[in-house]
């Protein structure tokens, strides 16, 4: 008697899971076509309608909406390696703005990545906090995705060729023959960063006690969020904005993540060497930000066969700083294509401060103590969302610098709106990245 109760109390709680309606997943033919051959036959769900792109993988478990929001994958075509996607649906992507968030739930507006290809997307969803399922997100967005193909051999593939340029078919064009080699569109010849940056510059918790400034190649919204939630003013600025104009108005300088080739940044990277050279404030950078100092610094960026994405990439501290300690081990969570070159010797005043611990390649630099400079740059992303917290304490280090400085040096000279005024034709530079729905 007692388990027979104990089913029909599992069975009712089960009945109040959400779910999609039962048109997904589409019945429309879908293929995945990669220029070095090779296709992958499936059906389609999300928008109707065929893109090119590149093809990456993600090791990442959990956080597909994270991963899918992130303006870094723009241009490209997402893998998921975990079998099934979609099974706690999609959240309301809006909330307050103001000293605990930056108007969304996720990490930009809209999904970022070109297309999707997952082996099973679910057709139905549980989470108290859905309200569309992976299927009806990617359709609004105008998104492709591509189910019913083994993502491990295309995982397989990518991971021995490197990341491929692919066409993701759907419908009519799902019958046609695979695209000629001229014909695959490769996104990285395009600034991805000029499309992804904001256009004007915005102020986020401007009654907080110290005044940052966001160079935005392409910003999540975590990295904004991580600095708003510890106390900063952020102003964030196009990724081509001379800092040097404004920069005494700052406690900080901090350069975000952003997508496709570094060497597209040029121009903020001749803005940045000006800065490093004439300015004592701290400064950090994620990802791309991380590139663009190297690249100021001296160093050359390179195309990574495969690159690194997913929450689960072991980084060694070489040097100590704040929260890292040197010999240590921290996993991260990681996107990019691109990376620093190491070499020996470093630009001087500079020094290796992470390396990564499956492929050897350059995960983080930093001003030596001898420079007299606070600068980072790492190649993870220690805000994650998703992923592992482990170096998340390095926005608390950050501030406690910046703050340290102001206490020493006085406060910036200016209010912190005064970065809102720029020359128009700066505003103008690229297309924004919204922080709210």
């Avoid at 952020?234 to 104009?245: I, M, Q, S």
Wanted: aromatic share 8%; proline share 6%; charged share 20%.
């Amino acid at each position: 008697m007692l388990s027979h109760h104990i089913v029909r109390i599992t069975r009712a709680s089960r009945g109040f899971a959400t779910h999609a309606n039962s048109t997904l997943p589409s019945p429309i033919p879908a293929v995945l076509h990669l220029k070095t051959g090779q296709s992958f036959k499936g059906r389609s769900f999300g928008a109707p309608k065929s893109i090119f792109g590149e093809t990456v993988f993600s090791t990442s478990i959990t956080s597909y909406t994270e991963s899918m929001t992130d303006p870094s994958y723009r241009g490209q075509i997402l893998v998921f390696t975990t079998p099934l996607i979609g099974n706690y649906g999609v959240p309301l992507n809006k909330t307050p703005i103001d000293s605990r968030d930056v108007g969304v739930t996720l990490e930009s507006d809209r999904i970022q990545c070109t297309g999707v290809v997952v082996a099973d997307v679910a057709e139905k969803f549980s989470h108290y906090l859905a309200v569309e399922s992976l299927a009806a997100w990617c359709q609004r967005n105008g998104v492709p995705g591509i189910t019913g193909v083994d993502t491990r051999a295309i995982t397989r593939l990518l991971r021995d060729q490197g990341t491929t340029l692919g066409r993701l078919a759907v419908g009519p064009d799902a019958s046609a023959a695979a695209p000629n080699a001229s014909d695959y569109w490769d996104p990285t010849t395009e600034n991805l960063v000029d499309q992804a940056s904001t256009k004007q510059p915005y102020v986020l918790n401007p009654t907080g006690d110290v005044k940052i400034a966001v160079l935005d190649f392409g910003a999540k919204a975590n990295i904004l969020r991580a600095l708003v939630r510890r106390g900063a003013a952020v102003t964030v600025l196009p990724w081509n904005f001379d800092f040097n104009k404004i920069r005494d108005q700052f406690d900080g300088l901090f350069l975000s993540n952003g997508p496709g080739d570094p060497n597209h940044c040029m121009e903020a990277a001749i803005h940045l060497r000006k800065t490093l050279q004439e300015w004592d404030r701290p400064i950090f950078g994620i990802c791309m930000g991380h590139q663009v100092i190297g690249i100021a610094a001296g160093l050359d960026a390179y195309r990574m066969t495969f690159g690194n994405r997913g929450h689960n990439q072991p980084v060694l501290a070489l040097a100590s700083s704040g929260s890292i300690k040197a010999g240590r081990v921290y996993v991260t969570s990681q996107n990019h294509q691109y990376a620093l070159k190491l070499q020996d010797p470093f630009p001087q005043g500079w020094e290796p401060f992470f390396i990564n611990c499956n492929d050897s390649s350059v995960e983080g630099i930093k001003s030596t103590p001898q420079s007299g400079k606070k600068v980072w740059g790492v190649q993870f992303h220690p805000e994650s969302a998703g992923g592992p917290l482990d170096t998340i304490e390095m926005f608390t280090d950050f501030l406690a610098e910046c703050r340290a400085h102001k206490l020493q040096f006085g406060s910036s000279k200016n209010d912190v709106m005064g970065a809102a005024k720029v020359e128009p034709s700066l505003a103008e530079a690229s297309r924004p990245v919204r922080v709210s729905a």
